[in-house]
Protein backbone atom coordinates (compact mmCIF):
# COMPACT_ATOMS: atom_id res chain seq x y z
CA UNK A 1 0.00 0.00 0.00
CA UNK A 2 1.04 3.58 -0.69
CA UNK A 3 1.01 5.95 2.31
CA UNK A 4 1.66 9.76 1.44
CA UNK A 5 4.43 10.42 3.67
CA UNK A 6 4.90 7.90 5.43
CA UNK A 7 8.06 5.48 5.75
CA UNK A 8 7.93 1.82 6.62
CA UNK A 9 10.48 1.00 8.92
CA UNK A 10 10.29 -2.90 8.66
CA UNK A 11 10.81 -4.40 12.23
CA UNK A 12 11.62 -7.85 13.34
CA UNK A 13 8.90 -10.43 14.37
CA UNK A 14 10.94 -9.98 18.21
CA UNK A 15 10.57 -6.48 18.03
CA UNK A 16 7.03 -6.17 17.04
CA UNK A 17 5.90 -8.65 19.20
CA UNK A 18 7.15 -6.77 22.32
CA UNK A 19 6.13 -3.47 21.03
CA UNK A 20 2.37 -4.49 20.81
CA UNK A 21 2.26 -6.40 24.06
CA UNK A 22 3.67 -3.29 25.89
CA UNK A 23 1.07 -1.12 24.01
CA UNK A 24 -1.14 -2.78 24.23
CA UNK A 25 -1.75 -3.18 28.06
CA UNK A 26 0.03 -6.24 28.03
CA UNK A 27 -2.27 -8.27 25.57
CA UNK A 28 -0.02 -10.57 23.68
CA UNK A 29 -0.06 -10.91 20.05
CA UNK A 30 -1.13 -15.03 19.90
CA UNK A 31 -4.31 -13.08 21.06
CA UNK A 32 -4.90 -10.86 17.74
CA UNK A 33 -2.90 -14.05 15.56
CA UNK A 34 -5.55 -16.52 15.96
CA UNK A 35 -8.40 -13.92 15.26
CA UNK A 36 -5.72 -13.18 11.72
CA UNK A 37 -5.64 -16.87 11.48
CA UNK A 38 -9.24 -17.61 11.18
CA UNK A 39 -9.86 -14.84 8.93
CA UNK A 40 -7.11 -15.14 6.26
CA UNK A 41 -8.49 -19.19 6.31
CA UNK A 42 -12.28 -18.02 5.81
CA UNK A 43 -10.92 -16.02 2.39
CA UNK A 44 -8.64 -18.93 1.41
CA UNK A 45 -11.93 -20.95 1.93
CA UNK A 46 -14.36 -18.89 -0.10
CA UNK A 47 -11.99 -18.35 -2.90
CA UNK A 48 -11.11 -22.17 -3.48
CA UNK A 49 -14.42 -22.74 -4.91
CA UNK A 50 -14.16 -20.34 -7.40
CA UNK A 51 -10.85 -21.79 -8.41
CA UNK A 52 -11.72 -25.10 -8.63
CA UNK A 53 -14.47 -23.94 -10.91
CA UNK A 54 -11.81 -21.99 -13.10
CA UNK A 55 -8.64 -24.07 -13.41
CA UNK A 56 -10.54 -27.66 -12.61
CA UNK A 57 -10.26 -29.60 -9.80
CA UNK A 58 -6.97 -31.97 -11.34
CA UNK A 59 -5.36 -28.90 -12.52
CA UNK A 60 -5.69 -27.15 -9.31
CA UNK A 61 -4.46 -30.10 -7.56
CA UNK A 62 -0.92 -29.14 -8.79
CA UNK A 63 -1.28 -24.96 -8.62
CA UNK A 64 0.70 -23.12 -6.52
CA UNK A 65 0.42 -19.37 -5.35
CA UNK A 66 2.02 -16.94 -2.72
CA UNK A 67 0.08 -14.13 -1.49
CA UNK A 68 0.63 -11.08 0.77
CA UNK A 69 -2.02 -10.45 3.14
CA UNK A 70 -2.16 -6.57 5.13
CA UNK A 71 -4.58 -6.70 8.04
CA UNK A 72 -5.23 -4.03 10.57
CA UNK A 73 -5.89 -3.96 14.37
CA UNK A 74 -8.62 -1.89 15.69
CA UNK A 75 -8.23 -0.08 19.14
CA UNK A 76 -9.96 -2.75 20.37
CA UNK A 77 -7.91 -5.18 18.73
CA UNK A 78 -10.12 -6.47 16.42
CA UNK A 79 -7.90 -7.40 12.83
CA UNK A 80 -9.62 -6.61 9.31
CA UNK A 81 -8.47 -8.00 6.62
CA UNK A 82 -7.42 -4.80 4.00
CA UNK A 83 -6.54 -6.74 1.38
CA UNK A 84 -4.71 -9.84 -0.53
CA UNK A 85 -2.36 -9.69 -3.23
CA UNK A 86 -1.29 -12.06 -5.69
CA UNK A 87 2.77 -11.86 -5.96
CA UNK A 88 2.93 -9.31 -3.33
CA UNK A 89 6.26 -7.27 -2.46
CA UNK A 90 8.34 -9.62 -0.29
CA UNK A 91 11.28 -6.74 -0.24
CA UNK A 92 10.76 -5.91 3.88
CA UNK A 93 10.71 -9.27 4.37
CA UNK A 94 13.68 -9.97 2.82
CA UNK A 95 15.83 -7.17 3.98
CA UNK A 96 14.95 -8.28 7.73
CA UNK A 97 15.48 -12.13 6.86
CA UNK A 98 18.06 -12.39 4.07
CA UNK A 99 16.76 -16.57 3.46
CA UNK A 100 13.00 -15.30 3.25
CA UNK A 101 12.56 -16.51 -0.14
CA UNK A 102 14.67 -20.18 0.13
CA UNK A 103 12.69 -20.80 3.40
CA UNK A 104 9.39 -20.04 1.34
CA UNK A 105 10.16 -21.96 -1.61
CA UNK A 106 11.12 -25.29 0.71
CA UNK A 107 7.56 -24.98 2.28
CA UNK A 108 6.11 -24.79 -1.31
CA UNK A 109 7.91 -27.22 -3.60
CA UNK A 110 9.86 -28.97 -0.72
CA UNK A 111 7.23 -29.75 1.20
CA UNK A 112 9.97 -28.37 4.41
CA UNK A 113 7.57 -27.74 7.78
CA UNK A 114 9.45 -24.70 9.65
CA UNK A 115 8.37 -23.33 12.74
CA UNK A 116 8.00 -19.43 11.47
CA UNK A 117 5.83 -20.26 8.92
CA UNK A 118 2.32 -22.43 9.59
CA UNK A 119 -0.44 -24.01 7.36
CA UNK A 120 -3.57 -22.55 8.00
Known amino acids: MDY ?5 N ?7 LE ?4 DNGGVPWSVVDVKVDAIVKALFEAA ?10 EEARH ?18 LLEC ?9 VRLDQD ?6 GILFLNEEREDFRML
Not at 4 to 8: H, I, K, R
Not at 63 to 80: A, E, I, N, R
Not at 100 to 105: D, E, Q
Request: glycine share 6%; hydrophobic share 40%; aromatic share 16%.
Open 63 to 80: MCSFYGVDVMVTKDLQPK
Open 85 to 93: TFGPDCAAA
Open 4 to 8: AGYTQ
Open 48 to 57: APLILEQAGR
Open 100 to 105: FYNKAF
Open 19 to 22: AFQR
Open 10 to 16: PVSEADF
